[in-house]
């Protein structure tokens, strides 16, 4: 149905930056919104990022003005710059998609996610 694809994550210590990137492929036309969420170990899921297809966005508190989504829709493809990274930062970082098939038919799709370590 919608395929999801991250890469993009490391080690990078303190202060750091690293770029995110996922790419759809399936079913993309029924996508309304693309973003990131994160899981540390031992930590509840959460969300960093949305961003839909009329472009609005959703960012999560303890990354307001650290992180940017943007999204390229020829590519199918979102995106998350981080900077200034700290080491509470360091979890699994997931691309979901939303979407729709037809009126009160909604799903998400889930990317495999990729670690993102921010240490000394």
């Known amino acids: 149905q919608v395929q999801l694809v991250e890469s993009g994550g490391g080690l990078v210590q303190p202060g750091g930056s690293l770029r995110l990137s996922c790419a759809a492929s399936?079913?993309?036309?029924?996508?309304?919104?693309l973003g990131w969420y994160r899981q540390a170990r031992g930590k509840q899921r959460e969300l960093v990022a949305t961003?839909?297809?009329?472009?609005?966005?959703n960012y999560a508190d303890s990354v307001k003005g650290r992180f940017t989504i943007s999204r390229d829709n020829a590519k199918n493809t979102v995106y998350l710059q981080m900077n200034n990274l700290r080491p509470e930062d360091t979890a699994v970082y997931y691309c979901n998609a939303q979407g729709s098939i037809a009126a009160m038919h909604t799903f998400g799709s889930w990317g495999q996610g990729t670690q993102v370590t921010v240490s000394s």
């Open positions: 961003k839909t297809n009329g472009g609005r966005i």
């Open positions: 399936g079913s993309i036309f029924s996508i309304y919104a």
